[in-house]
C-alpha cells in the first residue's frame, strides 16, 4: 500500500469524445481552467493535451500548449505540469488490399524531434513518453513509436531536463522501458504510468497489473490508471499496489452510472477513496521533491 500517493489529473485527452460531454475542455482557456479546478479539487499533476478549438480533434500546434500553459501559471494555483508528448505517431492503413494509400483522416505521422516542438519552446516539468506501438482499437489505426524514435526522443527530454513519464500500455513496453535505463537515457528514478483498459493493450484486471508491477525497474515511481468505468476502482487498486493515481475526462466521462463527471468531481472522489484507506495524498511541492523535479521554466 501507498500511504502517500500523488494524483495526477488528464483533463481532456485528444480521443473522440467532445461530442459525448457537453463540458469537455476544448479551447486553451477551457483547458487551462480544467487544470486548475483539478489542482483546487486536490490534483497535485495535471496532465494535458491541446484540441483545435473548432473541431475538438487534438493537436500538435505550439500556440495552443503555449496558452494553456501560461494561463495555468497566471493563475495563482500551484500544479505540477506534465504535457503529453505523445501525438504525431498515428497512422492509418487504407482498406483491404490498398494498405499505403493511407487514411487522411487519421493519419498524423512525423519525426521525433516535431513530436517535441512544443516540450522544446515550453519546458514544462514532466512530459510523456509513450514505449511502444500499439492497435489502438479497432479498425486500421496504430500508433507508431519505434525503437529509435523512443531513444531519440529519450535522449532529447534528457538534455532538456524535462521528467519523463514513460508510458506503458501493455508488458512489452515495460521491456523497452528496462532498455531506456540500461543505456542511460533515463535519469534518476523512472517516472512510469501503467495506462490500462485500452483496446488493444493491458486490461484492466489486478492479475495484469500486479505482473507489470512486479516488472517494474528498481526504484520505480509508478502510476496507473483503468478507462471507463474501472476509472475509480483503479484508483484503490493502484494505491493498494503500491503506486499513485490518474484519473480524469481523458479516460472516463461519468462519476457514476450515467452522470456526466467534472474533472474536480473525479478528482474529489479520488481523493476520497485514498483517504479512506487512510492514505495522505501529496501536493505539487512534495510531488516535485520525490520525483526530482528542476523548477518549472
Request: net charge negative; glycine share 18%; proline share 3%.
Given at each position: 500500500m501507498n500511504f502517500e500517493p500523488f494524483?495526477?489529473?488528464?483533463?481532456?485527452?485528444?480521443?473522440d469524445t467532445a461530442d459525448k460531454h457537453p463540458d469537455l475542455p476544448v479551447t486553451p482557456a477551457q483547458i487551462a481552467a480544467a487544470a486548475v479546478e483539478a489542482a483546487r479539487a486536490g490534483a497535485a499533476v495535471a496532465h494535458i493535451h491541446v484540441r483545435e478549438p473548432d473541431s475538438g480533434r487534438g493537436s500538435r500546434?505550439?500556440?495552443?500548449?503555449?496558452e494553456v500553459v501560461e494561463r495555468v501559471r497566471d493563475s495563482g494555483v500551484d500544479?505540477?505540469?506534465?504535457?503529453?508528448?505523445?501525438?504525431?505517431?498515428?497512422?492509418?492503413?487504407?482498406?483491404?488490399?490498398?494498405p499505403l494509400q493511407l487514411d487522411g483522416e487519421t493519419t498524423d505521422m512525423v519525426g521525433p524531434m516535431e513530436r517535441l516542438a512544443h516540450i522544446e519552446a515550453l519546458r514544462p516539468e514532466i512530459c510523456t513518453l509513450d514505449c511502444g506501438s500499439m492497435n489502438f482499437g479497432d479498425g486500421n489505426f496504430i500508433v507508431v513509436n519505434t525503437p529509435d524514435m523512443l531513444r531519440a526522443k529519450a535522449r532529447r527530454i534528457m538534455e532538456l531536463g524535462v521528467?519523463?513519464?514513460?508510458?506503458?500500455?501493455?508488458?512489452?513496453?515495460?521491456?523497452?522501458?528496462?532498455?531506456?535505463v540500461e543505456e542511460g537515457l533515463i535519469e534518476g528514478s523512472p517516472l512510469i504510468q501503467l495506462c490500462t483498459g485500452i483496446?488493444?493493450?493491458a486490461p484492466s484486471d489486478l492479475g495484469t497489473l500486479l505482473a507489470m508491477v512486479h516488472k517494474l525497474p528498481a526504484g520505480s515511481v509508478w502510476s496507473s490508471f483503468g478507462i471507463g468505468r474501472m476509472q475509480l476502482p483503479w484508483a484503490a487498486a493502484?494505491?493498494?499496489?503500491?503506486?499513485?493515481?490518474?484519473?480524469?475526462?481523458?479516460?472516463?466521462?461519468?462519476?457514476?452510472?450515467?452522470?456526466?463527471?467534472?474533472?474536480?468531481?473525479?478528482v474529489e472522489r479520488a481523493l476520497q477513496?485514498?483517504?479512506?484507506?487512510g492514505a495522505r495524498p501529496l501536493g505539487p511541492a512534495e510531488v516535485r521533491a520525490r520525483l526530482g523535479l528542476r523548477a518549472p521554466a
Open positions: 494524483v495526477t489529473c488528464a483533463v481532456t485527452g485528444a480521443g500546434r505550439v500556440e495552443l500548449y503555449r500544479v505540477v505540469l506534465n504535457l503529453t508528448a505523445g501525438m504525431g505517431g498515428d497512422l492509418g492503413f487504407g482498406p483491404g488490399e490498398t521528467k519523463p513519464e514513460l508510458e506503458v500500455f501493455d508488458t512489452g513496453h515495460l521491456w523497452f522501458v528496462e532498455k531506456l483496446p488493444y493493450g493502484a494505491a493498494l499496489a503500491g503506486g499513485n493515481v490518474r484519473v480524469g475526462l481523458e479516460d472516463n466521462l461519468y462519476l457514476g452510472r450515467g452522470v456526466l463527471a467534472s474533472n474536480g468531481q473525479l477513496i485514498l483517504t479512506g484507506m
